[in-house]
């Protein structure tokens, strides 16, 4: 009994000290999506039952996902900020700004399910338009993209009630994206 209670410690470590390093990752804004695709990796390999040297395992992963990951995530953070902005301000009560803000809301939603389950599916060789096709397609999954939505909403109520929490709450991030992935 004390070894599955201790496993499930390590578990909870390992998931947490994931979550960091896709943050340290994630500090220059335009690597977050490598990170985040490095940190699916070591999830998927969690899952499938390998259990590799995590930072190794990371590193290695983070840097095969650099080239492409780049300009994906510039353009993924360009495209979320506007999105944020319009958000505010149509908020702000301009006319028709309460539907407008409830669309734009779903729009974000969906651009994040996309972003993450984009990071969730590239493979180390592949190009992440690929990617990005097979995650509008796993993005039907109404399912799996609600429990994904759900997973980034808790994330961003944890991080807004405990600020420090965004340095480990990608870990269980990446657990559920790789989770709600194939």
């Known amino acids: 009994m004390k070894a599955t209670r201790l496993d499930r410690l390590t578990e909870f470590s390992d998931c ?30 969690w899952r499938d039952g390998d259990s590799p040297p995590m930072f190794p395992a990371f590193r290695d992963a983070f840097v095969r996902h650099l080239p492409g990951g780049v300009p994906f995530s510039a353009v993924a953070v360009a495209v979320i900020t506007v999105l944020c902005a319009d958000l505010a301000l149509f908020g702000a009560g301009l006319p028709g700004g309460r539907s407008l803000a409830v669309v734009l809301t779903l729009l974000l939603a969906a651009s994040v399910v996309v972003v993450l389950r984009t990071c969730s599916v590239v493979a180390p060789g592949e190009r992440w338009r690929v990617a990005l096709r097979t995650a509008l397609y796993l993005s039907r999954d109404v399912r799996g993209s609600a429990l994904l939505a759900a997973a980034v909403a808790v994330a961003g109520f944890v991080v807004w009630m405990q ?20």
């Open 16 to 45: 947490l000290l994931l979550g960091m390093l896709v943050c340290l990752g994630s500090v220059p804004v335009v690597t977050a999506g490598p990170a985040f695709a490095a940190g699916c990796a070591v999830a998927r390999r």
């Open 163 to 182: 600020p420090l929490m965004l340095l480990i709450v990608a870990g269980p991030l990446t657990m559920a994206a790789a989770g709600t992935a194939p």
